[in-house]
Nanobody, 128 residues
Framework: QVRMEESGGGLVQAGGSLRLSCAASGRTFSGFAMGWFRQGPGKEREFVAAKSQNGRKTYYADSVKGRFTISRDNAKNTVYLQMNSLKHEDTAVYYC?????????????????????WGQGTQVTVSS
């Protein structure tokens, strides 16, 4: 059974930092694209960041560029999201996702339906 579990969320003041982790189990995810999405209050889920299967390509939403960093540790089957300079508008439930298919175009990384496995989400609240 494939399982993905996020951790590291919490309450932080604006300007602070958090590091989210997503541990995958049930199979090896080293050949998978990994992504982070988020859903803020009253909003639709949106793309945050992604890393390609081979780890050479990284993509970020414009709203988090320069502040967030996605990384992966294939030996631990874990993907991370380092979030710095947090803003109130970063408040959301953050989800990790894994995609098994070939991501042959950049746009696929931004698309929820491209991903096959999802975690349950972790709440991040940024106080202003």
């Amino acid at each position: 059974q494939v399982r993905m579990e996020e951790s590291g969320g919490g309450l932080v003041q604006a300007g602070g930092s958090l590091r989210l982790s997503c541990a995958a189990s049930g199979r090896t995810f080293s050949g998978f694209a990994m992504g982070w999405f988020r859903q803020g209050p009253g909003k639709e889920r949106e793309f945050v960041a992604a890393k390609s299967q081979n780890g050479r390509k990284t993509y970020y939403a414009d709203s988090v560029k320069g502040r967030f960093t996605i990384s992966r540790d294939n030996a631990k089957n874990t993907v991370y999201l380092q979030m710095n300079s947090l803003k109130h508008e970063d408040t959301a439930v953050y989800y990790c996702a894994a995609g098994a298919r070939i991501f042959y175009s950049e746009s696929l990384y931004y698309t929820e339906t491209t991903y096959d496995y999802w975690g349950q989400g972790t709440q991040v609240t940024v106080s202003s």
